[in-house]
């Protein structure tokens, strides 16, 4: 790929880039395991949304980055068997390097491949599919087209949550969403537009999902005392926008 990988340091936050201003990562020096950047925090909702005590045990991760959905789970969940998917060798470099991305073959499974096509040729089933794959142009290819999110629905487990990162910086997020819904018989979720402009959208197979989100606030202070990672604006900024009819997510 002929990009640069760069690394700049600014007001103590370490962020990683391929060749522009955009930012692909990001790491708080002083507090590495934490989720710096408010969208990677927003995937991890996905946390809440199946209550059961070994969820997550197998997590699949496209796109690497700066490691930061990586180490989160790896810190915060020592059951889970991690495997992320990433095409870019030196990026998994930089992760190394300047991100604290552990080495622990047994939890820990890093492969060098296109997202698109691993899903494809192994044919593991897992919890959570975490999907955060962009270009040096924010472009997500492969990875935002309909026969992709088939094939994430096909590897879930029942009862399995897909949580995919939407950025466009010129186009909307709707016809990815459609994309999504189309692939899981219309159980999918976009969360309100982060700051950033990231879109979360979230999928899920097997039972229905039906939490009102008074209940989703008591799982979210539940994990904030185990992982300090506070989700609840995400949860009032879902609330505001009427996302949640009657005031209960349903997937």
């Known amino acids: 790929m002929s990009f640069s990988i760069d690394i700049c340091e600014k007001a103590g936050v370490r962020t990683l880039h391929f060749g522009s201003d955009w930012i692909q990562g990001a790491m708080r020096i002083a507090r590495p395991w934490h989720l710096e950047l408010d969208y990677t925090r927003e995937m991890m909702a996905s946390l809440l949304l199946r209550d059961d005590a070994r969820f997550p045990r197998k997590v699949l991760l496209i796109g690497l980055g700066a490691a930061s959905l990586t180490k989160f789970l790896y810190r915060n969940y020592p059951l889970a068997k991690l ?11 930089a992760a190394r390097q300047f991100f604290k991305l552990p080495e622990d073959p047994l939890r820990l499974n890093i492969v060098i491949a296109d997202g698109s096509e691993y899903i494809v040729e192994y044919d593991k089933t897992y919890d959570l599919i975490l999907v955060d794959g962009y270009d040096a142009d924010a472009r997500p290819g492969e990875l935002d087209m309909l026969p992709f999110y088939q094939m994430c629905r096909a590897r879930l487990n029942n009862n ?23 692939s899981f018989d219309a159980r999918a979720l976009a969360f309100p537009s982060c700051d950033s402009g990231n879109v979360i959208a979230m999928a899920a197979t097997g039972e229905k999902i039906e939490i009102p989100i008074s209940e989703l606030k008591k799982q979210a202070l539940e994990l904030k ?16 926008a009427k996302s949640c009819p009657g005031g209960i997510l349903r997937i």
């Open 160 to 182: 399995g949550i897909l949580a995919v990162n939407l950025l466009g910086r010129s186009r909307g997020h709707q016809a990815s969403l459609e994309r999504i819904k189309t």
């Open 225 to 240: 005392k185990k992982t300090d990672l506070n989700l609840l604006p995400t949860l009032t900024r879902l609330e505001q």
């Open 83 to 93: 495997t992320v998917v990433e095409i870019e060798p030196r990026v998994i470099a």
